[in-house]
């Protein structure tokens, strides 16, 4: 982990260069050692995905449909420049655990829309080694849509397990544990308005200190 990002880049198409490292906001200077892909950088990238987006599904009844927790942020900003319309739905996966790998995945929330015959975006932070989205694909497609296409904020390929692709894809990124606009480490650090590194010794003393029950234990349904 954490090697070089010389080979940060943006899928087609426009190239993200980053030639000077962006400086890390006072406010998080102590625990994030480096920003990864800027507020600007965001808000421009996520508007040209948006367009891209209008214009494959314009006269198609679509569905968006979207990963809890992390795609908080990218969602929001991205679905308010689709002036196209759409319906929205979500599907709550998550891996139990903390740390920074997925472990075994639970669905926390299931679809309620009815997807059939229609045209469905799902919406994830990252895809990472592609487990999650190929443990969620096969359901959503049980439900027969007319298609789907997957877009993600953040591809990390060189960590990919699963044999899959995002149609529509925010940042290549290299190998980071990253946080924040909306992506978390142990549930904290998805309100920083940029995309981030933390260092090393924070990652160890939340690790540490977790905090084996900061979620709540599920209620048995009556
Ligand atoms: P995958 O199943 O390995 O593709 O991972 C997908 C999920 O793992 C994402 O939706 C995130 O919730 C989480 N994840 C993977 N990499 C990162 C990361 O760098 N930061 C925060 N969460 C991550
Ligand atoms: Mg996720």
Known sequence: MNRGFSNLKVKSPKKLLLSSAAEVPARWRREVERVIVTEQQLAKRVRELARQIERDFRGRELVVVSLLNGTVMFLADLLRHIAIPLRLDFIGVTSYGP???SGELVVTKELRLDVRGRDVLLVDDILDTGKTLSYVLPMLRA?????????????????RVEDIEADYVGFQIPDYFVVGYGLDFAERYRNLPFIGVLYPHIYKKICKAVVANHFRKPRRAR
Do not use: A, F, M, N
């Open 99 to 101: 740390g920074t790998e």
């Open 143 to 159: 439900l027969k849509p007319r298609r789907i296409r997957v877009c993600v904020l953040l591809d990390k390929p060189s960590r």
